[in-house]
């Protein structure tokens, strides 16, 4: 089960994500995130610290979200990425275009 949690709107979006994000919940995930950008368009920060699984189709969704926000002029920021999840976004270089933390 995931959980994506708006925990802040100040200057940036705070996105808390917990659980796991597979293909199965994928399109939850993304359908939640948008609502709030959409809602209040601003830079994304995702909490990741709770966030214990995600699969490639999660990663083509951080993809998508990526895309969507930087042709608005913002950007993401993952934080708190456990290593194993680090490791399947260096691993599909996405570390060099995206900032993790």
Same mark, same amino acid.
């Given at each position: &089960? ?18 796991? =994000?597979?293909? #199965? ?10 609502? *709030? ?12 610290? #709770? ?25 993401? =920021? ?12 260096? *691993?599909? #270089?996405?570390?060099?275009? &995206?900032? =993790?933390?």
């Amino acid at each position: &089960m995931q959980q994506v949690k708006l925990i802040s709107a100040d200057e940036k979006l705070v996105i808390a994500l917990s659980g796991e =994000i597979d293909s #199965a919940t994928v399109d939850d995930f993304y359908t939640q995130v948008n609502a *709030i950008y959409v809602h209040d368009k601003k830079d994304i920060v995702f909490d990741c610290s #709770a966030l214990t699984f995600i699969d490639s189709t999660t990663l083509g969704t951080f993809v998508k979200i990526f895309k969507h926000l930087k042709e608005d002029g913002h950007t993401f =920021i993952l934080r708190n990425v456990q290593p194993r999840i680090k490791k399947l976004f260096q *691993i599909c #270089a996405l570390d060099t275009i &995206m900032e =993790i933390d």
